[in-house]
T-cell receptor
Framework: DTGVSQDPRHKITKRGQNVTFRCDPI?????LYWYRQTLGQGPEFLTY????????KSRLLSDRFSAERPKGSFSTLEIQRTEQGDSAMYLC???FGAGSQPQHFGDGTRLSIL | DAKTTQPNSMESNEEEPVHLPCNHSTISGTDYIHWYRQLPSQGPEYVIHGLTSNVNNRMASLAIAEDRKSSTLILHRATLRDAAVYYC?????????????????FGKGTKLSVKP
């Protein structure tokens, strides 16, 4: 069990650029979640996948955000035309089985928009 | 979505027990009570969860009130490494497709400080 890994750990980009983050979940986990966390706040749910199917998206996930999980393994989160307000820590988590099961989090990708 | 209420901060002395309270008066019958903690610059870490009965694991104990409207996370002997933000979260337990099954709704949590 190597845990959930996220890449990159830090991303600095100019406003208006596109960015993509990758998450590799624990291998046998069928559920994968994306959260966003700003300074001083708890993480906020963005979206989740069960295998390759994206089953729920938060209202926080604007049209500029898209997430994929091809083949039910790793996932990518893309933000197009980044804005200052997108600066945050983007966290990925995975779990196995029903919604009550514990989620295992990665250490996140910190995005800074210049 | 069900919500929880926690104190903003608490202090403890090293090697003493810590009781972190959480109120969840609107909990439904199928909601699990989860506790996570987050150290600086790290993602949240699962601590413990339960439905109705008290639970113990190597990290902590979870005491759940009989009416399930409150719970307490117990760290038996606090260490400096336990200093973190502790989140109490309700998670829907039904294993249906779709809906809000499993996504965690975090509040601001309790910031625990541990003094040597």
């Amino acid at each position: 069990d190597t845990g959930v890994s996220q890449d990159p750990r830090h991303k600095i980009t100019k406003r208006g650029q596109n960015v993509t983050f990758r998450c590799d979940p624990i291998s046998e986990h069928n559920r994968l979640y994306w959260y966003r966390q700003t300074l001083g706040q708890g993480p906020e749910f963005l979206t989740y996948f069960q295998n390759e199917a994206q089953l729920e998206k938060s209202r926080l996930l604007s049209d500029r955000f898209s997430a994929e999980r091809p083949k039910g393994s790793f996932s990518t989160l893309e933000i197009q035309r980044t804005e200052q307000g997108d600066s945050a820590m983007y966290l990925c988590a995975s779990s196995f089985g029903a919604g009550s099961q514990p989620q295992h989090f990665g250490d996140g990708t910190r995005l800074s928009i210049l | 979505d069900a919500k929880t209420t926690q104190p903003n901060s608490m202090e403890s002395n090293e090697e003493e027990p810590v009781h972190l309270p959480c109120n969840h008066s609107t909990i439904s019958g199928t909601d699990y009570i989860h506790w996570y903690r987050q150290l600086p610059s790290q993602g949240p870490e699962y601590v413990i969860h339960g439905l109705t009965s008290n639970v113990n694991n190597r990290m902590a104990s979870l005491a759940i009130a009989e009416d399930r409207k409150s719970s307490t996370l117990i760290l038996h002997r606090a260490t400096l490494r336990d200093a973190a933000v502790y989140y109490c979260i309700l998670s829907a337990g039904l294993s249906n497709y779709g809906g809000s099954q499993g996504n965690l709704i975090f509040g601001k949590g309790t910031k625990l400080s541990v003094k040597p």
